[in-house]
């Protein structure tokens, strides 16, 4: 197996605009675009040396800010689509419909023209896959619907994604905006908004919610099997689910064990190996062990030795075997951005904790084993800040992410501090 020809492509999540970036509010919409606009100079001066405006700025959509749901609501006339508000999940499983799909793709790209941007990928969250579709539990007919309901809406909502990233890639293919929509990233389940959802104004109902979901045996192969449906319905290799680890309880795949759970279960089915990925962020991996640096007094230290000895990834501690390497063969995406060592308290700016230098010795030693023979012949790396409060600091970390990238792909890996 080949190593370290992968290009890496610096990429950056649009959640760190809280409310999204679709808007027919013509003040933010000129707002949004001049911040914009700072990123994509940055992205051409640090990749490419020069500023061409012309060229668009790789990013990962994140499909859909509430905001932006409302405005696409509004913009889509198809019959097919109920009256009134729905849900972003209930939206996006209306792209199953050809109609719907066609008026959706064409909205996101006169967007992205109107930004000059350019999707290479989805970000999403859809804890409902992982609920179970049993019909042996008859305790409670009002939860069992609840639960069944919320996902058959998950798994027509990858549906509606996959559909919506083949239309959306059909429109891009004669243009200079590049491959188009390379993964969709998902988070594996979470508990907290599976309660959130299926509350209910009986209250017994709501207790009985919490017992159920918390005490749920089997949820990774119920968010496998509604994969497997997803992608039965819309067989395409070229746009695979990108699995999200995050740690905490409160989520499904939070460790490393139920990680290797997940990429076991995948390595034995020929179809979910062809169509589901991982997507490694750096900071959740840290934080739940699967990801560990040398632990140094000085992050300059730190940082070098990392550079020289590589990480300990899956908790292989070097000692790779042909079946660990499975690990690598599926990554797919990466995401990366700042991170406090001892909890997740959410996305922090290159610098707040670790120096940029430390990011660049991680994502030299991913590269190094990635293989490229597994039909990938480039990596998206995105940046991801939600609700970032100043662009400033995104704009100074997305500098350092490109330099990072531009670095192992004229040649690799960047030399250390």
């Given amino acids: ?25 013509s003040e933010r919409q000129q707002k949004i675009k001049r911040w914009l606009n700072q990123l994509n100079e940055v992205y051409h ?22 905001k932006d749901g409302a405005f696409l609501r509004s913009e889509i006339t198809a019959r097919e689509l109920p009256e009134g508000d729905i849900s972003v999940i209930e939206l996006l499983g209306y792209c199953k419909y050809s109609s719907v799909c066609e008026q959706f793709a064409e909205f996101i790209w006169q967007q992205c023209q109107l930004y000059n941007i350019m999707p290479i990928g989805f970000a999403t969250f859809i804890p409902g896959i992982c609920r179970n579709h ?14 069944t309901d919320r996902r058959f809406e998950s798994i027509s909502a ?9 239309s959306l890639n059909k429109k891009m293919s004669n243009s200079h905006y590049g491959e188009g929509i390379r993964n969709i990233e998902i988070v594996c389940g979470s508990r907290v908004e599976g309660l959130i959802q299926s509350s209910d104004k009986n209250k017994e109902t709501d207790s009985e919610c919490v017992m159920i979901v918390e005490n749920e045996e089997g949820s990774i192969p119920c968010l496998l099997n509604a994969l497997r449906e997803a992608i039965e319905q819309t067989n395409d290799v070229t746009t695979p689910f990108s699995l999200e680890m995050e740690p905490g309880e409160l989520f499904l795949a939070n460790s490393l064990n139920t990680l290797r759970e997940c990429v076991e279960q995948i390595s034995k089915d020929n179809l979910l190996k062809q169509n589901i990925k991982l997507n490694v962020d750096v900071g959740h991996y840290h934080l739940a062990n ?27 501690n070097g000692n790779e075997t042909d079946s660990t390497l499975d690990f690598y063969t599926m990554i797919g995406h990466v995401h990366v951005s700042d991170f406090d060592e001892k909890a997740h308290w959410g996305d922090l700016p290159f610098d707040t904790i670790h120096r940029a230098e430390y990011f660049t010795a991680i994502l030299n030693n991913l590269a190094k084993k990635l293989p490229s ?4 012949n480039s990596m998206v790396v995105s ?35």
């Avoid at 330099?403 to 690799?412: D, I, K």
Wanted: proline share 5%; with cysteine; aromatic share 6%.
């Fill in 373 to 376: 023979d597994n039909g990938q």
């Fill in 158 to 166: 990858l549906v509606g994604l996959r559909k919506l990233a083949q």
């Fill in 45 to 66: 001066q640090e990749c490419f040396g020069e500023n061409n405006p012309s060229r668009p700025m790789p990013v990962e959509l994140y499909v859909l800010m509430q």
């Fill in 290 to 316: 699967i990801m560990k640096a040398p632990k140094e007094s000085s992050i300059v230290n730190r940082h070098a030795q990392l550079a020289l000895t590589g990480m300990d990834l899956f908790g292989m």
């Fill in 134 to 147: 049993s019909e042996e539990d008859d305790k409670n007919r009002i939860l069992k619907r609840t639960l």
């Fill in 1 to 25: 197996m080949s190593h370290s020809n992968v290009k890496l492509i610096p990429g950056i999540i649009t959640s760190c605009f809280a409310r999204g970036i679709f808007t027919n509010d």
């Fill in 383 to 417: 940046l991801e800040l939600e609700a970032a409060r100043a662009i400033g600091t995104v704009e100074k970390s997305y500098r350092d992410l490109c330099r990072s990238c531009q670095a192992w792909n004229e040649g690799g890996p960047a030399s250390g501090p």
